[in-house]
């Protein structure tokens, strides 16, 4: 055997060790032992380097950084190689650290079962090698914690009922009995995991009127992944219709108020999550620092999407803010849960809320990229309460938005927006048989967007198509004449207004907005006339496949005078249709 073969196996065998709790301490020759040691401290550092593989590129692929406002933006930098060998995940395993509980419905509580091995409960006292069989074993509604930060909670394939009457609920009544917070993790690198066992996709249904399913307060590094997050209700919290409005008395039902809660929690990876049909909000988060959700669907809440509000005067955000490749739809309906169908859609004036995504007074720097949000029955993503503050902004990227009852998009403060398709059909839910209000339809103007500005924002609207029956399809308010506004790119198609169908919508509306506005190569198109804004292309048709609102389609036509158009917004708005239109718990129904 050579010394690089004897080496390895060495290396297999303390690994071994390690995971097993014991270490081989037989005499090895001094050379053996500094290889061994140099191998330890590299592979340390490879996994320090080396994302968890079941993260997938949240580190690598994409270039995170905002360019300048103005500048134009660098093609994102190419995925790093990353080693799958088995030291490297060994390496990054070790790093980690923590250790690993199971799951699955034929495991035991935790007097049967130690939680650290994927095996069913098999009824003997004396073998405790098996899984839990509820989430609650490990995170019980009233009790200390039987997992510690740094460790992964693996939940196998099954349905849990989340609430009152579910295993290791003794004790706990309504609104309280939901999982205890979830443990912070002791560093980024070595965060606390719940995640779905591999090919599991578990069902964690909230029941008895319970607060929230799953518990951030005060947590930090912290992953979520691979798990749909219910109820199995039809109703929503406090609607007007008492035929659809949830049970305030016991037995509360089958339903729970809030998918995902938290509050002054950091470093959190929210990935491959569907949270749908809760009675009120899907995610309930603010005072955040550092979040990423990754290919996250949010949708059918009763109340609103995200609701950003956790204290007034406490909710501020800051640090990154990352939302990629996300669904938020028709939010501000309550859902089917046997067919997924929104019903009951209703809004602020009958008090309800509506939002896809609203947030307090906040800070942060938000970036949002590949988001399909639609079907809202307030704003579809409202930053109107950003602090406006200069080291605060928003960056949105290939977003397609459309049907949602207010701004399909608003931002107050620095912004970019980019490569997307805003659709302002803010009318949608007059045409349907909801307790919806005239006052709900198209309010705030229905502009599909809307720029808030402050003193000495600097805003980017670039490659962006945009159309809509609000009165305008850009509004500016507030802010004085230290701040721009750059327009570039863009194809503004007007359509027939709801409030008044004879006048069609404004290309530009500023509400007691001075700020320096510049138009750069737009094509303007059957707009409230306004004149022909900076070097626009005014008179001629951008021969979209279809330009009639409720079929819109920003697709260019062969020969349109816009196709070879450099960021043009027809491949970005076909290569969102397509994809969004297969996206995982959608419940697109246009």
């Not at 004897?6 to 301490?25: E, P, S, V």
Request: aromatic share 6%; glycine share 12%; net charge positive.
């Amino acid at each position: 055997m050579d010394g690089m073969t004897a080496l390895r196996r060495k290396w297999a065998a303390l690994l071994g060790g390690l995971r097993a709790g014991r270490i081989d301490c037989s005499p090895s020759p001094v050379w053996e032992i500094g290889a061994l040691a140099l191998l330890i401290a590299l592979g340390l550092v490879a996994a320090r380097m080396l994302p968890d593989e079941s993260v997938g590129e949240r580190a690598w692929t994409r270039a995170d950084s905002t360019p300048g406002m103005f500048d134009a933006v660098a093609s994102p930098r190419p995925a790093m190689a990353r080693d799958h060998s088995p030291i490297a995940r060994a390496a990054t395993a070790a790093a980690r650290g923590g250790t690993t509980y199971y799951v699955r419905p034929d495991g035991g509580d935790a007097d049967q079962c130690d939680g650290k091995h994927d095996a069913p409960h098999r009824g003997s006292s004396r073998d405790r090698a098996c899984a839990w069989s509820h989430p609650f074993v490990a995170l019980p509604p009233a009790g200390r914690a039987r997992i510690d930060g740094g460790d992964t909670l693996s939940i196998g394939r099954g349905e849990y009922m989340m609430g009152e009457g579910a295993p290791g609920t003794a004790g706990c009544v309504g609104a309280n009995c939901h999982m205890s917070a979830v443990p912070s993790g002791p560093s980024p690198q070595r965060p606390t995991r719940i995640v779905a066992a591999k090919g599991a996709r578990p069902v964690l249904w909230g029941s008895g009127g319970a607060r929230r399913v799953i518990d951030l307060d005060n947590s930090a590094n912290v992953e979520i992944a691979g798990l749909e997050i219910t109820d199995r209700s039809d109703c929503a919290a406090g609607h007007s219709d008492k035929g659809a409005a949830c049970r305030t008395e016991p037995p509360h039902g089958d339903w729970a108020r809030t998918g995902l809660y938290a509050r002054n929690s950091r470093n959190v990876l929210l990935r491959d999550l569907r949270i749908h049909g809760l009675a009120h909000t899907g995610i309930n988060a603010g005072a955040l620092r550092d979040w990423t959700l990754e290919r996250v669907a949010i949708n059918a809440n009763g109340r609103a999407g995200w609701d950003g509000n956790v204290g007034k005067g406490k909710s501020s955000n800051s640090g990154r803010i990352v939302m990629r490749d996300v669904e938020i739809g028709w939010n501000g309906c309550a859902e089917r849960w046997r067919t997924d169908e929104p019903w009951a859609c209703w809004a602020q004036k009958s008090g309800g809320y509506g939002d896809g995504l609203g947030t307090q007074t906040t800070g942060g720097d938000w970036l949002i990229e590949d988001a399909h949000v639609h079907h809202n029955t307030s704003d579809g993503l409202d930053f109107r309460y950003m602090d406006g503050a200069d080291s605060t902004r928003v960056t949105v990227r290939r977003l397609y938005a459309i049907a949602n009852a207010g701004n399909q998009l608003k931002i107050r403060g620095n912004a970019r927006v980019e490569d997307s398709v805003l659709v302002g059909r803010c009318a949608f839910f007059k045409s349907r048989r909801d307790p919806m209000l005239d006052g709900d339809h198209c309010r705030a103007g229905g502009n599909a967007l809307q720029l808030v500005l402050t003193p000495g924002d600097l805003v980017y609207v670039g490659n962006n198509t945009i159309t809509g029956e609000g009165g305008a399809l850009i509004g500016a308010n507030e802010g004085d004449s230290s701040a721009r506004i750059r327009l570039q790119n863009n194809v503004l198609v007007g359509a027939p207004t709801f409030r008044k169908p004879g006048v069609r919508s404004s290309a530009y509306y500023a509400n007691e907005a001075p700020a320096e506005v510049s138009w750069a190569d737009n094509l303007v198109w059957q707009v409230k006339g306004i004149g022909c804004p900076g070097n626009s292309e005014c008179n001629r048709d951008p021969q979209l496949t279809n330009s009639t609102l409720s079929k819109f389609d920003a697709t260019p036509r062969a020969g349109s005078a816009w196709a070879d158009k450099v960021g043009a917004p027809s491949r970005v708005a076909r290569d969102l249709q397509r994809r969004m239109n297969g996206t995982a718990g959608s419940t697109s129904r246009d």
